[in-house]
């Protein structure tokens, strides 16, 4: 899988450990591929590799006014307990009245501390 990706010209950054990647790694990765930014939506999982390892500077966050009802449910952040609280503080918030099937939602960026 990784050589078919590689022959179609995609960079692949593998980790270190059979259990799979750290968010050091990604970090490491990107930036040895000369990316200083990146944009991430890839889930409450990666997300977590990207607190546990101290490597995310800034989080988006968009609220959208629909309530969801059921046992399972999508979360920012899913993994174990991280050693330490991951402070951000708050830099922006922006209400889109005219937002997702016609509902509002809001915008909201956190910066680390």
């Known amino acids: 899988m990784v050589s078919k990706l590689e022959n179609e010209?995609?960079?692949?950054v593998l980790g270190s450990s059979r259990s799979g990647v750290t968010g050091s790694e990604i970090a490491e990765?990107?930036?040895?591929?000369?990316?200083?930014?990146?944009f991430s939506?890839?889930?409450?999982?990666?997300?977590?590799l990207l607190f546990a390892d101290d490597v995310l500077d800034r989080l988006y966050v968009t609220y959208v006014t629909t309530i969801l009802a059921?046992?399972?449910y999508a979360t920012l952040?899913?993994?174990?307990?991280?050693?330490?609280?991951f402070a951000m503080e708050p830099r922006t918030l922006y209400l889109?009245?005219?937002?997702a099937n016609g509902g509002a939602q809001i915008f909201a960026s956190f910066d680390r501390r």
Do not use: K, M, Q, Y
């Not at 010209?9 to 692949?12: E, F, M, N, S």
């Not at 939506?41 to 977590?48: D, K, L, Q, R, T």
């Not at 952040?77 to 609280?85: F, I, M, Q, R, T």
């Open 77 to 85: 952040n899913e993994g174990p307990v991280l050693d330490s609280p």
């Open 96 to 99: 889109d009245p005219a937002g």
């Open 9 to 12: 010209g995609i960079a692949v």
């Open 70 to 72: 059921g046992r399972s």
């Open 41 to 48: 939506a890839a889930g409450p999982h990666i997300s977590h």
């Open 29 to 38: 990765g990107l930036t040895a591929l000369g990316h200083h930014t990146a």
